[in-house]
């Protein structure tokens, strides 16, 4: 069966998800969006993907299978109640793209007789960067039993490589602390990127381009060691060595020269002391290290 789909939200996901449906050759009907001039243009910005899209209103909505809302996790419930408010089709498929709410803000949805999932991208849209592949990314998904066939089918349209959550209720699946799990890992890193470089910069005798090439390449050799062999095996460093002088130097520096970034490398580096101690490092050394980190509070 020819699937048709129509997009709530014409933001970051809900481009890039069209843009892909696209390609893959699925009738992707437009979307509906909260001004019609923005929307407009958003449609637009995909030039040769545009396709037919169109600007819908809700009634539209009703000749979909699949209902993709990809609207801001504050503004979903809202959107979601939009919808239901005149009606749905049945057996139609309704998922969200967020990472924070679970099934419960599709309750009233359901008794119009619509399955429910969520399809949560795990890579970041920028919105700002040229828009990345999908290809290979994972995406968590979530759903009802009925709803888990098409999920998969969506996620292959999408190039996405699927992740079941195999929870069936929101008291096995904390989706809050899911999300905050997934924000640390793709925000913290570009922050902690950002941070990096600009404090390379600062040291001195590194051109800029290169500050960035020595960041990326140190966060990948260490991501890929976590992920081959675990955090803790992957440790490495003066607090994976229980070396206390070389923490108070960085330290001393850091408040010198940058002191916002003391709080960040206290907090990092006491999570590497959690792991060194996993790993085995002396008690001694883990006293020295943990009394290095909370001697320096920063000065104004
Ligand atoms: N960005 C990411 O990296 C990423 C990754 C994975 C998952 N997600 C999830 O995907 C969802 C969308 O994120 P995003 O980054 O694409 O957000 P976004 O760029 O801010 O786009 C949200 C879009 O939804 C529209 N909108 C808001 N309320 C609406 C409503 N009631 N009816 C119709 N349209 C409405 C907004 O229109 P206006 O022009 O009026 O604002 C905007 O076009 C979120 O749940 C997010 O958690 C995002």
Not at 174 to 188: E, S, T
């Amino acid at each position: 069966m020819a699937l048709r789909i129509a997009i709530v939200g014409p933001g970051r996901v809900g481009i890039a998800f069209a843009r892909r449906f696209v390609r893959a050759g699925v009738d992707v009907l437009g979307f509906v969006g909260r001004d019609r001039a923005r929307t407009e243009s958003s449609i637009d910005g995909l030039g040769a993907d545009r396709a037919n899209l169109k600007v819908l209103t809700w009634p539209d909505v009703h000749s979909a299978h699949v209902v993709v809302f990809a609207v801001g996790d504050e503004e979903l419930p809202a959107a979601i109640a939009a919808a239901t408010s005149v009606g749905g089709r049945h057996c139609s498929l309704w998922l969200h793209t967020s990472g924070c709410h679970g099934l419960d803000v599709f309750a009233k949805a359901q008794r119009l007789g619509v399955r429910v999932g969520a399809l949560h991208p795990l890579l970041p849209f920028s919105g700002s960067v040229p828009p990345q592949s999908m290809q290979g990314a994972l995406a968590l998904l979530l759903g009802e039993p009925r709803s888990m066939r098409l999920l998969h089918r969506l996620c292959a349209q999408l190039e996405l490589r699927a992740i079941v959550c195999s929870a069936s209720g929101s008291s096995e699946h904390n989706r809050p602390l899911y999300h905050a799990a997934c924000a640390l890992a793709a925000n913290g890193a570009t922050a902690l990127f950002g941070l990096a470089s600009e404090l390379l910069q600062r040291a001195g005798g590194i051109a800029n381009d290169d500050g960035d090439r020595i960041a990326a390449s140190l966060m990948h050799a260490a991501v890929a060691a976590s992920e081959q062999h675990g955090a803790g095996p992957a440790l490495s460093g003066p607090v994976r060595r229980g070396d206390a002088e070389t923490v108070a130097a960085h330290l001393a520096a850091l408040n010198a020269e940058q002191k916002t970034a003391v709080p960040a490398y206290v907090a990092l580096m006491n999570g590497a002391l959690r792991l060194a101690r996993d790993q085995g490092l002396a008690p001694v050394d883990c006293e020295r290290i943990a009394s290095a980190l909370s001697l320096l509070r920063p000065t104004s």
